[in-house]
């Protein structure tokens, strides 16, 4: 990282103010270069994060803009290192000149994420804070930004860290036992091993508890609409996402594959799966879309089962009924309400899941649904805001502490000695290590960091 970087930090489309971006050890005298200060001073004699009124200046040395500019060295910085901010209008052609008065000072494009990359080695930012940054850029809902604000501020560290530190006194412990028989240190005991294990087992097991509720939040829950041909599972879709995604005809089977899109719905948001409509059939097109939507109901946390409230439930919808509610939580959606309506069968409470009645074309019943919707997946009360591990790579490590706790409990309650149990407690920690970035090999962290947009 002897390099200085720079990125357009802003989307590359015409809007009110554009930002250039730049971090390393020639970041401010790069930016001296191509920014003059309109009140005579160099950039440098102002303080850190003060904004400055000036000229921004292309390759040729012309003025290009009127633009703000600060500086902040590091290490008070977002990276860690001397950084640079340009805050110009967000002309498109403007951005790309000053960026190339900046490439002609020695400075080289941002890779993507590079900047809160660059913030994670230099220790601004531990691993669960860096991918927090993502999920902010990415939410889509309230709870998704309380959620990825609070783990940007470090409460899923926190978290993380409480049992790291608790599972490092065992070990600080035996080892001074161990190494300093001489002086007067409590002695070792399987009751404190037990304490200390026991609490960290409930602790892990409370923690990766939160991952199905955390990756809801921050991706989206996979919902499936299953149903007979013609159900209206293709114009709910299309009400619910705002515009024509599938395609809808009164032709049975026009869905052949599954067909995906993303909306919120009751503050939730849903990667809907739209699916061939489900029956017995010769064609072979269509019977590989039944397959397929067969196999996305698997998959799915919710399915929103369809049945035209036009007709009378037949004996296709109640098996569809049941299969659905073997894979997932079911919410039974009467369609076409604006249409003449059949009575709905009466069952026992037991054997009825939710139901609704919705209408694609008038918009009647939707709201309802979202009602139902946030009641099988709130987002409230559901822990700390920023607690909560949001993905696989996570719930992947947090998942290996366990079981090295775990396997060090059984250790001890077989009697083996401590110096041999404990090698598993270094294993959990070892795990911990890599959730939060304090141990990762560089090729998952280049991983983690391909996701994140240029310029960030």
């Known amino acids: 990282m002897s390099d200085t970087i720079a990125a357009i930090a802003t989307p590359a489309v015409p809007s009110a103010i554009g930002i250039l971006r730049l971090s390393g050890p020639e970041a401010i005298a790069a930016v001296s270069a191509v920014f003059r200060p309109l009140g005579g001073k160099p950039l440098t004699a102002y303080e850190d994060r003060h904004l400055v009124l000036g000229e921004l200046l292309g390759p040729g040395g012309e003025v290009i803009d009127q633009a703000l500019a600060t500086i902040s060295h590091g290490p008070h910085s977002y990276t860690g290192e001397d950084t640079a901010e340009v805050q110009c209008h967000g002309s498109p052609a403007v951005l790309s000149l000053g960026l190339e008065a900046l490439f002609a000072q020695g400075v080289r494009q941002a890779g993507p994420g590079e900047f809160t990359r660059r913030a994670f080695l230099n220790g601004q930012l531990d691993l669960t804070q860096a991918e927090a940054v993502a999920d902010l850029i990415d939410a889509e809902t309230p709870a998704a930004v309380h959620q990825a604000a609070g783990q940007l501020s470090g409460a899923l560290g926190r978290r993380v860290g409480a049992i790291y530190d608790g599972l490092t006194d065992l070990l600080a412990h035996f080892h001074a036992v161990l190494d300093y028989p001489d002086e007067d240190i409590d002695p070792f005991r399987a009751d404190t091993i037990q304490a200390g294990l026991t609490g960290a087992r409930t602790a892990l097991e409370d923690l990766l508890a939160t991952y199905q509720r955390g990756k809801y939040i921050a991706g989206g829950v996979p919902c499936v609409l299953v149903g007979r041909p013609n ?200 795990a911990l290590g890599e959730l939060t970035g304090a141990n990762i090999r560089e090729d998952i962290t280049a991983r983690i960091f391909e996701r994140f947009c240029v310029g960030k």
């Not at 073997?326 to 939710?354: F, N, Q, Y």
């Not at 919707?373 to 490590?397: D, S, Y």
Request: net charge negative; charged share 25%.
């Open 231 to 430: 159900a209206g599972k293709s114009s709910l879709l299309n009400a619910l996402v705002g515009y024509d995604r599938a395609i809808v005809t009164d032709i049975p089977g026009t869905t052949r594959d599954t067909v995906e899109a993303k909306c919120v719905l009751g503050g939730v948001t849903l990667r809907l799966i739209d699916t061939a409509g489900i029956r017995e059939t010769e064609d072979t097109v269509e019977r590989i879309g039944v397959e397929r939507s067969r196999a996305a109901l698997e998959e799915a946390a919710l399915a929103l089962v369809l049945w035209d409230g036009s007709t009378a439930l037949g004996e296709e919808d109640w098996d569809l009924l049941a299969d659905a509610r073997a894979h997932a939580p079911v919410i039974l959606v009467r369609t076409k309400a604006d249409l003449p309506s059949k009575p709905m069968p009466v069952l026992g409470v037991e054997e009825m899941p939710p139901v609704v009645s919705v209408s694609a074309k008038t918009g009647q019943g939707l709201d309802k649904l979202g009602e139902l919707v946030e009641g099988l997946f709130p987002t409230v009360g559901v822990g700390g805001a920023g607690e909560l591990l949001t993905n696989a790579r996570q719930a992947e490590a947090a998942r290996r502490a366990l079981e090295g706790v775990a396997r060090a409990e059984e250790s001890l309650e077989a009697g083996i000695t401590p110096d041999a149990l404990l090698t598993d407690v270094e294993e959990a920690l070892s």
